[in-house]
């Protein structure tokens, strides 16, 4: 079998029923969980004891004992709408990017939160607690884009996926409203290295995906696989 040029693999994205498969792909993307269902983080002072700052003597006061620990959990593609294949390009002679661009794309699951606590009066620790609670997450990414890493050989396989754009991240908490300390939540999921964490957990995702399985196959079909 003849190694694949990336001319061929450009010509077969190109020519491929590309309308059908992007038609299929917004279907297929929300059924995927993220690889991991877990990811836990440290968050640090996220001002979560203040929810113990009711008011009361001056000289008692709760303020944070230690950082606090968020955990996502059930976490999946929500949404993948307005799919368009963009023209390939050849990265060097081995490699070729396939991108797609997007219109909306949002990953959503649970969080959880629990920071622990501590009672202070005239500076001295006198009690402990802890702050705790959770709610659900989403992060979306508006008209962007992805593109697959294509791999030449005797056949074309997919070695990586780019994700393109920056998440805006909503919190809900269980008890309704958007205190202050969770704006903080949002925020280091947003601006912190948490963003770099899932953003790689999303391109697993699209890598492993049945519409990737899909992609690369007709491509090897059109390149005379």
């Known amino acids: 079998m003849a190694i694949r ?7 077969a994205w190109g020519s491929m029923e590309i309308a059908a498969w992007a038609q299929k792909l917004p279907g297929l993307a929300p059924q995927q969980n993220w690889p991991s269902s877990v990811e836990t983080s440290n968050a640090g002072d996220i001002g979560a004891c203040s929810v113990f ?8 006061i709760w303020d944070s004992d230690g950082d606090a620990t968020i955990t996502l959990s059930s976490l999946k593609i ?4 307005g799919v368009r294949v963009q023209t390939a390009v050849a990265a060097d002679a081995a490699t ?19 920071q622990p606590c501590a009672c202070y009066d005239f500076g001295k620790k006198i009690e402990s607690a802890t702050a705790s609670g959770k709610g659900t997450i989403a992060q979306a990414i508006s008209d962007n884009s992805l593109y697959y890493v294509a791999k030449l050989g005797d056949t074309v396989s997919l070695s990586d996926v780019v994700v393109n754009g920056t998440p805006k991240v ?4 269980d008890t ?3 205190p202050d300390w969770l704006t903080a939540i949002a925020k280091f999921f947003s601006v912190f290295k948490e963003e770099d964490a899932l953003r790689a957990k999303l391109q ?11 992609m690369i196959t007709l491509i090897n079909a059109r390149t005379g696989g």
């Open 176 to 178: 309704g409203g958007l």
């Open 53 to 60: 700052n009711s008011p009361q003597e001056s000289s008692v």
């Open 5 to 11: 040029t990336p001319q061929d693999v450009i010509d």
């Open 204 to 214: 697993n995702v699209f890598l492993n995906a049945d519409f990737s399985k899909t």
């Open 96 to 114: 070729v990017h396939l991108p797609l661009s997007f219109a909306q794309l949002e990953i959503s699951g649970n969080y959880g939160y629990s």
């Open 78 to 81: 929500a949404t993948m709408a």
């Open 170 to 173: 909503s919190v809900h908490p």
